[in-house]
């Protein structure tokens, strides 16, 4: 049975701007399944480009801006996307039809995983009236060995995203939903290893944002440990 285990809660939330917040787990390690995830907005009234919007777990206290004992992570867009308006301003989605893969980053190496998957994930770039849902899922197998599973999951701009708030409510329901949640969809690395280090020991998670202006709003951030 899947519930909350960790919990941030801001009253009017936190900004990034070109930095990472990093919060370890209670639980370390002791974990096989986890999600982690966060409920956003980006404070933006243009469309963006060279964007590298990251979600992703770490081991100890240092993540993918630095040098790592182990960092795991997917982008929102592919790294340095331009983006765009979906419809009307301001929902921001990925320009052209580019893929995105994970990554891991150990010590001063990145490698990426996975191949290049078509689709056009979205958020909101109002961060007063809409928020949206960006969650992260990992099945971590055997210790030692170099298969994983890791879906990143998100509102889609040509699957019918809608410029609609997401609730904490909606947040919490959903960190909890096993599979893919109503509205949400996935993209999954399923049948690739690890390609750098596969201890596995990763005991925090992260969120990185990789501009000065405009700042990334997060308004709650959460894990949820399924087993």
Same mark, same amino acid.
């Not at 243009?46 to 590298?52: E, G, P, R, V």
């Not at 419809?87 to 191949?115: D, M």
């Not at 699957?159 to 960190?175: E, K």
């Given at each position: 049975?899947?519930?909350?285990?960790?919990?941030?809660?801001?009253?009017?939330?936190?900004?990034?701007a070109?930095?990472?917040?990093?919060?370890?787990?209670?639980?370390?390690?002791?974990?096989?399944?986890?999600?982690? $995830?966060?409920?956003? =907005?980006?404070?933006?009234y243009?469309?963006?480009?060279?964007?590298?919007f990251? *979600? %992703?777990?770490?081991?100890?206290?240092?993540?993918?801006? %630095?040098?790592?004992?182990?960092?795991?992570?997917?982008?929102?867009?592919?790294?340095?996307?331009?983006?765009?308006?979906? %419809?009307?301003?301001?929902?921001?989605?990925?320009?052209?039809? *580019?893929?995105?893969v $994970?990554?891991?980053?150990?010590?001063?190496?990145?490698?990426?995983?996975?191949s =290049?998957?078509? *689709?056009?994930? =979205?958020?909101?770039?109002?961060?007063?009236?809409?928020?949206?849902?960006?969650?992260?899922?990992?099945?971590?197998?055997?210790? $030692?060995?170099?298969?994983?599973n890791m879906?990143?999951?998100?509102?889609?701009?040509?699957?019918?995203?809608?410029?609609?708030d997401?609730?904490?409510?909606?947040?919490?329901?959903?960190?909890?939903?096993?599979?893919?949640?109503?509205?949400?969809?996935?993209?999954?690395?399923?049948?690739? %290893?690890?390609? *750098?280090?596969?201890?596995?020991?990763?005991?925090?998670m992260?969120?990185?944002?990789?501009?000065?202006?405009?700042?990334l709003?997060?308004?709650?951030?959460?894990?949820?440990?399924f087993?």
């Amino acid at each position: 049975m899947a519930y909350i285990v960790e919990q941030f809660v801001g009253d009017k939330g936190i900004q990034l701007a070109n930095e990472e917040v990093i919060r370890p787990f209670s639980f370390g390690t002791n974990w096989s399944v986890i999600r982690v $995830g966060i409920r956003m =907005a980006i404070n933006a009234y243009s469309a963006l480009t060279a964007i590298d919007f990251r *979600l %992703g777990v770490c081991t100890g206290s240092v993540a993918s801006y %630095g040098s790592p004992v182990d960092a795991l992570w997917f982008p929102l867009w592919q790294q340095g996307a331009s983006l765009t308006y979906a %419809g009307s301003p301001p929902t921001q989605a990925q320009e052209s039809s *580019l893929g995105t893969v $994970g990554y891991q980053r150990v010590g001063t190496t990145s490698s990426g995983i996975g191949s =290049a998957t078509v *689709l056009r994930p =979205a958020c909101s770039s109002n961060p007063t009236t809409l928020r949206s849902l960006w969650f992260m899922q990992i099945t971590k197998g055997t210790v $030692g060995a170099s298969a994983f599973n890791m879906d990143s999951l998100y509102r889609r701009s040509d699957g019918g995203f809608s410029s609609t708030d997401a609730s904490r409510g909606d947040f919490l329901a959903y960190m909890e939903t096993s599979g893919t949640p109503a509205t949400m969809f996935a993209l999954s690395v399923t049948t690739t %290893g690890l390609p *750098l280090r596969t201890v596995k020991d990763w005991n925090s998670m992260f969120v990185a944002w990789p501009r000065s202006t405009p700042s990334l709003c997060i308004y709650d951030m959460a894990v949820v440990r399924f087993s």
